[in-house]
């Protein structure tokens, strides 16, 4: 198992309240309210459970339903906790979203972690019939996102409607753990990794830490060799020591 913390990350944000001259491809011309965080979820790679956090959750939504402060603040600890997050398109939405909201309430960045996006993961070695995580998880056989009522349960949960809370959440969480089955597929064909052995002084499979590896021949360049490995475990191929090759 890794010693590294690796938190897999899903957000649910507010569309924008704007005003157009248009219902067609609209340019906003005034803002009403700016998007904001409306609930989030968690968990620890292999590690049981889901925690799920509404905006619904905190005292300050009977007065502001709009105010995502104290639920930002509680996602900037598990970010600040966390040596690796992963996320489904994480790098461009959830956490550049989640950094937003950090700036707008002036936390400040959490200390530094690494990133794993299963979109790019996706990208890189796959050519699924779309990169969505619900296609992916369906293509895989590993799970699908919760079916909802599209726009609808979102205007609800704005206006406070508690049953569509507990739909949101259960939303929100089910992406957390379908995240988690994709990425355990996508992991072996991970091309550029964090080093997940290097959090513990270890040696092992780069992106499983499993130490549960066999040596399979060689790569074999013009100056240099190297023991080629398989993780038996997670199915990852990756570079072991250079060995010297003779002049």
């Known amino acids: 198992m890794p010693d590294a913390k690796i938190l897999l990350v899903d957000i649910e944000t507010a569309p924008i309240n704007g005003l157009t001259w248009t219902m067609f491809e609209a340019n906003v011309i005034h ?6 965080m409306m609930s989030f979820s968690v968990k620890w790679l292999d590690k049981k459970g889901v925690k799920t956090f509404g905006l619904c959750d905190y005292p300050a939504f009977k007065k502001d339903k709009t ?16 040596d690796v997050i992963i996320g489904h398109n994480g790098d461009s939405f ?19 972690y690494k990133t794993i996006d299963t979109l790019k993961l996706a990208r890189a070695s796959f050519k699924f019939d779309s990169n969505k995580l619900d296609n992916i998880g369906r293509y895989l056989g590993v799970g699908r996102k919760l079916p909802h009522t599209g726009k609808d349960l979102w205007l ?9 809370w507990r739909t949101m959440k259960r939303y929100n969480a089910q992406d957390v753990r379908l995240l988690e089955a994709v990425y355990l597929k996508l992991r072996p064909w991970s091309k550029n990794p964090p080093h997940l052995p290097s959090y513990s ?7 499983c830490s499993s130490t549960n590896v066999q040596h399979r021949g060689f790569n074999v360049a ?3 060799k190297t ?18 090759v003779a002049k």
């Open 156 to 164: 609800s949960c704005m206006a406070g409607d508690p049953k569509a």
């Open 201 to 207: 002084d270890a040696t092992g499979c780069p992106v």
């Open 67 to 82: 105010n995502d402060g104290p639920l930002v603040a509680d996602l900037w600890k598990y970010f600040d906790a966390a």
């Open 94 to 112: 959830d956490i550049k979203k989640t950094n937003a909201r950090l700036a707008v309430h002036q936390l400040g960045p959490p200390s530094p």
């Open 222 to 224: 013009k100056q240099r």
């Open 31 to 36: 803002v009403i309210q700016p998007t904001y």
């Open 227 to 244: 023991q080629r490995l398989q993780c038996q475990d997670c199915g990852h191929w990756h570079s072991g020591d250079i060995v010297k």
